[in-house]
């Protein structure tokens, strides 16, 4: 049917021309609902095709616009409505005091500012279609005001608790600014980092660590060289493996002997303190878990390597499963009704008329997180005014004025809640140059009341604070930041423009586009080839001072606190809606050249992939500053990366290669920790045995402790053993092993469901025997798991005679790390102390109440604790506990939306669950991340999307999923059916063809134009 596309829009243009009307290709599929659309200027149609997807049909991209504007709002107002009021810092405007925080996060960090710069970089066409859109939603909203359709189930409730006289009145119209503002929500959510003020408070602390302690040297210098320093992964696969420099910036240099710098900030620890806590907490509410981590798979298979010669793609986007879910499966297309070009299925984000991850039928694409550095934070030294409020600072031995802004905050008086309507005021200051003031020194106060009269009081963030020299340095210290956001760049337009690309060269062009979007591309086309790319705008930094090895002098260092009075801020140059790469004489305006670039197209082994991993091997020589650009870092740990990558080596070595299999690989949840470090514990625990069967063991000794631990319970320890060694010899799967609606154990799911067990409650205490005792700062980048992980495979591997991996924190005297030791005992223990005392542990909580009550390990099924959990958006803003969380459960997907199994009986385990088992662990593909607390094993985040592609001249196929449903009304059929697919690992199509879409039609929705053009 592909092809019969150009005679249809052949067949409307020559209606438009006065030609013979067009036929109609939608008679044979039955209106369900015909409505009037204000500002059409032509009908269009709306086709649902399964799980209600909506697949738009118009004659022109403001007409499609204007449909998608009504239809995506119908299903998710409320999502599209917090997301705007989080990007204009309005969501105390809606729920009153609980949420004056959030506005002061958005606005201190520039969220607002940066939608305003999106505002202002619009384009005519681009400034039309968010007109129309915005007027879509508010012919929905009108709609919704006049009792035509019903109010978003949010707004329902929580109407009378916010005091508003009926659920209407709480909805406020859209306009392009609206839609701006959820851009720029999706840009911080994409790219906004902010460790670098956490990694500066390390590397106050990392000097004087362990002074006094047992093996405090060792243990000091391990945790500055062994964890601080290193970056390289514990798998080095790379994403653009056959990439070289490209010659742009000549030959990597040597290594230098310190990759990350050690020592004081400069600034207040205080204010440093206050403002990291303030980061990670908006790092959270941007649905980034610096501890279990976050991410996304995708990846791509050139066609030469598949079974029918067909490109294939596919993604999974690994972020919070909150619900609405994050995305919003769409078609859109404007050739069949008006011989435009867009031709597209995917998802979408709510609140934006583009689509993010999906094909136009000429290429597919999906994303993953780069982990890119396009944020700088900067030490300042700040001058007061005679009333005390910032007024200058200091920038090469002059004091430079300050720019003030005013912030007013509406918060609506919603009485149930304690929120007293008012408006506030507070000021906020940049630098000469663009800098936005993060926060500064002085004596924090709990409420701006507290302060003496007189006082200047400042608001930074949420935190009030009388600005002063409280260290008496002499100098009052700020804390500002520079981000490439905030340069006029018009990341929609490169958006725009990957969905309208016709290869993969033709989209990494588009790329160029890319400010402040921090993403990893994986792409194929068509024509059978496949990309991957993290381009974005990236500032050279060659203002910045290096030695002759790369290492960056002192206060220069963009990976923690720049000296704001020796260094200035970089601009984005643009040249339209792309980068311009033509002003790289100026250090200030230059950028990473595109070409120079980490990116790969049709590499030899016949596929790319992203998972979060090193994009070009820049990490694995244990360094991020002697490449020939610097452009952010470490990434992950590569578990993930390397189970893919081992995959689809298989599969295109085997000729098997075709989208079933893609989706197969999705679907892998196998153990790759269990792999890696479940031999540690047999070895432990063999030698244990093999002691208990000695006549004579040294008293005193690692030997005698590592036997007392076996001897405190043998058969447990035995049965254990056994099962994690039959386990391991399975290539250790993690099954839940509980029976559902959507899963039927397999023969043995239950053995290797407790052997999953087993390893999960003993791991995360190993981990932590060995590194949480040391009580370490935040040494752990780019997040804990990884970081963690990476450390503790160091460490493991390192043991033996000689140093065999060179540990700075290598003891002779055990001939291992110094963190084997447990810090605080008398003894020096041994790794396999640690790992036999952790499973010793692991089996007394296992036993426990608080886990499964018994000592019959055939009880401890993996899927009774490792649930996945669909928590409403609203906890975000009001908290999952306490008073609010009546509310925030009812728009909530629990088995109480979704049994588990028909008539489970009193008794049966599975009654008491409220969340739904699920196979994986940590780093597994499918992604799972319960993290590693030991006791609590419920997702962190997972995919919200598994889509998958296979593109070709012959025909374009797809599937996809959510985690969730089309819909927000709760009273919806089709607001929690995605998910009862989402756990089986199930999909649904992705129609291409106009044929396809009316095969697969459950209804038609006919929009009218009020007064139609010349129209088809």
């Avoid at 500012?113 to 619009?122: E, G, K």
């Avoid at 999974?316 to 994050?326: K, N, T, V």
């Avoid at 430079?400 to 912030?407: F, G, K, N, T």
């Avoid at 790794?831 to 296992?846: I, K, N, R």
Wanted: with cysteine; aromatic share 8%.
């Amino acid at each position: 049917m592909r092809s019969t596309l150009p005679l249809l829009a052949l067949l409307a243009q020559l209606a438009c021309n006065g030609g013979e009307p067009a036929p109609d290709p939608f008679a044979g599929v039955e209106a369900t609902e015909t409505r009037a659309m204000p500002g059409l200027r032509c009908d269009a149609q709306v086709v649902r095709a399964e799980s209600n997807v909506p697949y738009v049909y118009a004659y022109d991209r403001e007409d499609m616009g204007r449909v998608l504007g009504f239809v995506m709002a119908r299903d998710r107002y409320f999502e599209m409505d917090l997301a705007r009021r989080l990007g204009l810092g309005t969501v105390s405007e809606l729920l009153g005091q609980d949420a004056l925080e959030t506005d002061m996060e958005s606005r201190s960090n520039a969220m607002t500012f940066v939608a305003d710069q999106l505002l202002a970089s619009l384009t005519p066409d681009q400034a039309a279609l968010y007109d129309a859109f915005a007027e879509g939603v508010n012919h929905y909203i009108l709609e919704v005001h006049e009792g035509r359709l019903p109010p978003p189930s949010e707004l329902e409730l929580a109407a009378g608790l916010l005091g508003a006289d009926s659920p209407e009145a709480l909805m406020q119209p859209f306009d392009r600014r609206s839609v701006a503002g959820i851009g720029a929500t999706l840009i911080y959510e994409l790219g906004f980092e902010t460790g670098d003020v956490g990694r500066a408070a390390t590397a106050e602390q990392l000097p004087t660590l362990f002074e006094g302690a047992a093996l405090g040297e060792l243990r000091r210098a391990g945790a500055i060289e062994d964890i601080w320093q290193r970056v390289a992964p514990v798998y080095p696969v790379v994403s653009a493996p056959d990439w070289t420099d490209g010659g742009a910036a000549g030959p990597p240099m040597g290594r230098p002997a310190q990759t990350r710098r050690v020592g004081p900030s400069g600034v207040e620890r205080g204010t440093l303190d206050r403002l990291d806590s303030r980061l990670a907490r908006l790092q959270r509410r941007l649905g980034h878990d610096w501890e279990q981590g976050f991410g996304s798979n995708a990846w791509a298979v050139s066609g030469t390597h598949t079974t029918d010669g067909r490109a294939l793609l596919a993604g999974d986007g690994h972020l919070p499963l909150s619900i609405p879910s994050l995305f919003w499966q769409i078609g859109l297309d404007t050739v069949v009704l008006g011989g435009g070009d867009t031709h597209q299925v995917g998802v979408s984000i709510p609140g934006l008329p583009y689509m993010a991850v999906g094909t136009n039928g000429r290429v597919a694409w999906s994303q993953t997180q780069l982990l890119g550095d396009i944020t700088d934070w900067y030490r300042e030294e700040l001058q007061l005014d005679a009333d005390g409020y910032p007024a200058a600072t200091r920038f090469q031995d002059a004091w430079v004025p300050l720019s003030a802004a005013e912030e007013a905050f509406v918060i609506a008086d919603v009485p149930l809640l304690g929120s007293v309507g008012r408006t506030e005021t507070w000021a906020r200051w940049t630098t000469a140059d663009g800098r936005w003031i993060a926060d500064v020194e002085g004596t924090p106060l709990g409420d701006p009341e507290d302060a003496e009269p007189g006082q200047a009081v400042v608001m930074l963030g949420g935190d009030w604070v009388v600005p002063g020299d409280v260290d008496g340095d002499g100098v009052i210290t700020a804390i500002s930041f520079d981000y490439t956001g905030l340069d006029q760049g018009n990341i929609m337009a490169a958006l725009d423009a990957f969905g309208h690309s016709d290869s993969v060269e033709e989209f990494h062009e588009a790329t160029k586009g890319l400010v402040a979007y921090s993403q990893n591309m994986v792409v194929a086309d068509v024509h059978g080839s496949v990309l991957y790319t993290g381009f974005q705008a990236v500032p050279c930094r060659s203002y910045l001072d290096r030695g002759s090895d790369g290492a960056w002098a002192d206060g220069a260092d963009p990976t923690q606190l720049i000296d704001g009075t020796r260094y200035g801020s970089f601009t984005v140059p643009m040249d339209g809606w792309k980068a311009d790469f033509t002003q790289s004489s100026d250090p200030e305006r230059c950028l990473v050249p595109h070409e120079a670039y980490p990116y790969s197209i049709d590499p030899a082994q016949g596929y790319v992939l992203s998972a979060n991993n090193d994009p070009s091997g820049l990490s694995l020589d244990e360094s991020l500053v002697n490449d020939a650009w610097y452009i952010g870092g470490p990434w992950s740990s590569g578990y993930r990366a390397d189970t893919i990558d081992q995959r689809l080596a298989e599969v295109v070595a085997d000729g098997t290669a075709d989208q079933a299999a893609m989706v197969e690989i999705q679907g892998d949840t196998r153990s790759r920790l269990g792999e890696q470090f479940t031999p540690v514990l047999i070895d432990a625990v063999a030698h244990a045995v093999a002691l208990s069967q000695d006549d004579f063991v040294e008293p005193g000794s690692a030997d005698e402790r590592l036997l007392d631990l076996y001897l405190q319970d043998p058969e447990a320890v035995d049965e254990a053993a056994a099962r994690l060694a039959a386990w391991l010899d399975a290539d250790t799967p993690t099954p839940s092993g509980v029976e559902t609606f959507y899963h039927q154990p397999a023969p043995g799911d239950d053995a290797h469901a407790v052997a999953t067990t087993l390893f999960n409650a003993w791991f995360p205490r190993f981990l932590s025997g060995v590194i949480d005792d040391e009580g370490l700062p935040n040494v752990w980048s780019p997040w804990g798991s990884s970081a963690r992980t990476r450390a503790l495979s160091l460490m493991v591997d390192g043991r033996g005679p000689d140093n065999p991996l060179g540990l700075a924190s290598w003891n002779p005297d055990t001939e291992e790390t110094a963190f084997f030791d447990v810090l605080g005992t008398e003894p020096v223990e041994t790794s396999e102390e640690v790992a036999l005392s952790a499973l010793v542990d692991a089996l007394g909580w296992l036993t426990s109440e608080d886990a499964y009550g018994s000592v019959n390990m055939d009880t401890w099924i993996w899927g009774l604790k490792h649930t996945v959990h669909f928590d409403s958006i609203l906890g975000d803003f009001l908290g999952n506990d306490g008073p609010y969380a009546a509310i925030t459960e009812q728009f909530s997907i629990t088995t109480d939306t979704l049994p588990l199994a028909a008539d489970i009986p009193r008794g049966d385990p599975r009654a008491d669950l409220e969340e739904f088992p699920r196979p994986g662990d940590q780093f597994s593909v499918d992604a799972a991340n319960p993290g590693f607390s030991g006791t609590r094993f419920t997702y962190g985040s997972g995919p919200v999307f598994r889509m998958v592609v296979a593109l070709g001249p012959d025909g374009v196929t797809g599937e996809n999923i959510i985690p969730g449903g089309q819909s927000a009304l709760t009273d919806s059929p089709y607001f929690a059916d995605q998910t009862a697919l989402w756990l089986a690992n199930e999909t649904v199509p992705m129609h291409l063809t106009l044929d396809e879409v009316l095969g697969a039609a459950v209804g038609r929705e006919w929009y009218r134009a009020e007064t139609p053009g010349p129209c088809p």
